[in-house]
Nanobody
Framework: QAQLVESGGGLVQPGGSLRLSCAGSGILVRFSMMSWYRQAPGNQRELVAAITSGGRTNYADSVKGRFTISRDNAKNTVILQMNSLKFEDTAVYYC????????????WGQGTQVTVSS
């Protein structure tokens, strides 16, 4: 059974950086579109970044130039490098596998909390 496990969340000051990881088991991330979503309290879950099996990337306008999504095929892991973090980046971040376009796939991780606070 496919499973995604996120790690790397935490508390960071504005302007700081965090690196989120999503480790896959039972699914090969290199062959799937892998995405990061986030959900802040009172808000809908939103797409943050995605990477296709071919390596194309897509980002929400709010994170362009600050976040980078990548894959480590050897570790079967997807990375979200987040720089220049802002208060509004505070949310639970979820890894997703198997999506098509803007439609998420069926596989979700448990989420990891990112809090940007001074």
């Amino acid at each position: 059974q496919a499973q995604l496990v996120e790690s790397g969340g935490g508390l960071v000051q504005p302007g700081g950086s965090l690196r989120l990881s999503c480790a896959g088991s039972g699914i090969l991330v290199r062959f799937s579109m892998m995405s990061w979503y986030r959900q802040a309290p009172g808000n809908q879950r939103e797409l943050v970044a995605a990477i296709t099996s071919g390596g194309r990337t897509n980002y929400a306008d709010s994170v362009k130039g600050r976040f980078t999504i990548s894959r480590d095929n050897a570790k079967n892991t997807v990375i979200l490098q987040m720089n220049s973090l802002k208060f509004e980046d505070t949310a639970v971040y979820y890894c997703n596998a198997g999506g098509v376009g803007l439609v998420p796939g069926n596989y979700w991780g448990q989420g990891t909390q990112v809090t940007v606070s001074s």
